[in-house]
């Protein structure tokens, strides 16, 4: 079957560094999404991977390891505002794609 | 204004009724797709559609149904309504030719059944 892992909640505090983590088992392999969902909203794009290594955008890392089925986001410099829930997927192939549950980070003062 | 919009935003609904869920997009996308979210639980996809002709059941499509009645518009329906749909539902367009092929959904449905 399809499954992706990502800790339920985390707690960080304002300007330090988190990662949250994301191992994946599926059927096949054409990506792995983070998405950014506050609270009641619409999740929005943070960034791909289809690559092994690290992708940076600002304050935002991604990075994958296809051999440990294993990704992680990282956020440096935490703001107030990075309080949501952080969303790893897959794209196992073609075009579904596959959500974790979700990862709720409360960054605290 | 906002390139996918879905409406209503809110809606509370008794078990048995019909219920439609409307989805536009300008993004000018040929995919869409209906996902659910509950709590303690990830999107899940009850249908997607490449294109006008194209519709496709998701993982979760018994008890709904959907239509594609141009590029830019994918409804959602209930048919009969039970407690257990209760969720927040969203509507999603991607394009395939984009360099990262992400999703950009609408802002969601609340579906509360009583």
């Known amino acids: 079957g399809q499954n992706i892992d990502q800790p339920t909640e985390m707690t960080a505090t304002e300007g330090a560094i988190v990662q949250i983590n994301c191992t994946y088992q599926?059927?096949?392999?054409?990506?792995l999404f983070w998405y950014q969902q506050h609270a009641g909203e619409a999740p929005t794009f943070l960034s791909y991977n289809v690559l092994d290594g690290l992708e940076e955008k600002g304050r935002f890392s991604s990075f994958l390891s296809r051999s440990k089925g294993y990704s992680y986001l990282l956020l440096k410099e935490l703001q107030m505002k990075d309080s949501a829930s952080y969303l790893c997927a897959v794209r196992p192939g073609g075009f579904k794609t596959i959500f974790g549950a979700g990862t709720r980070l409360f960054v605290k003062a | 204004d906002a390139d996918v919009t879905q409406t209503p935003r809110n809606r509370i609904t008794k078990t048995g009724k019909r219920i439609m869920l409307e989805c536009s997009q300008t993004?000018?996308?040929?995919?869409m797709y209906w996902y659910r979210q509950d709590p303690g639980l990830g999107l899940r996809l009850i249908y997607y559609s490449f294109d006008v002709k194209d519709i496709n059941k998701g993982e979760i499509s018994d008890g709904y149904s959907v239509s594609r009645q141009a590029q830019a518009k994918f409804s959602l329906s209930l048919e009969s309504a039970i407690p257990n749909q209760t969720a927040l539902y969203f509507c999603?367009?991607?394009?395939?030719?984009?360099?990262?092929?992400?999703?950009?959904f609408g802002p969601g449905t609340r579906l509360t059944v009583l």
């Open positions: 993004k000018g996308h040929d995919r």
């Open positions: 599926t059927s096949g392999f054409n990506g």
């Open positions: 999603a367009t991607s394009d395939p030719s984009g360099t990262d092929n992400e999703q950009f």
